[in-house]
């Protein structure tokens, strides 16, 4: 069975920083674009980073730009997201995605083509 278990969410002051982690279990994602999104209270989810296998190709919502910093580690299946100069605005439940088609550009675009979610992570930021 796959699993993508997030960890690192908190509460944080405005301006404070996080670091999100996802760690997988029950299959390789060799191949895989890797992701981000959030889901804010009352909201849609929203794609937020992705990361490509394929030379590490990265693609970030204009929100997040220059904030923000995904990475994934390989060798041990894991992705990352830093999150600094947070804003109140982003606080959201934070979901690890992954999808077969490695395309991140695709993914920011076709949510619905994830093949596998976590179950989110809260990050609050406080004014």
């Known amino acids: 069975q796959v699993h993508l278990v997030e960890s690192g969410g908190g509460l944080v002051q405005a301006g404070g920083s996080l670091r999100l982690s996802c760690a997988t279990s029950g299959r390789t994602f060799r191949g895989y674009a890797m992701g981000w999104s959030r889901q804010a209270p009352g909201k849609e989810r929203e794609f937020v980073a992705g990361?490509?296998?394929?030379?590490?190709?990265?693609h970030y919502a204009d929100f997040v730009k220059g904030r923000f910093t995904i990475s994934r580690d390989n060798a041990k299946n894991t992705l990352s997201l830093q999150l600094n100069s947070l804003k109140p605005e982003d606080t959201a439940v934070y979901y690890c995605?992954?999808?077969?088609?490695?395309?991140?550009?695709?993914?920011?675009?076709?949510?619905?083509?994830?093949?596998?979610w976590g179950r989110g992570t809260q990050v609050t930021v406080s004014s």
């Open positions: 990361i490509q296998w394929e030379g590490g190709v990265t």
């Open positions: 995605a992954a999808q077969a088609y490695d395309d991140v550009q695709f993914m920011a675009v076709n949510q619905d083509r994830v093949d596998y």
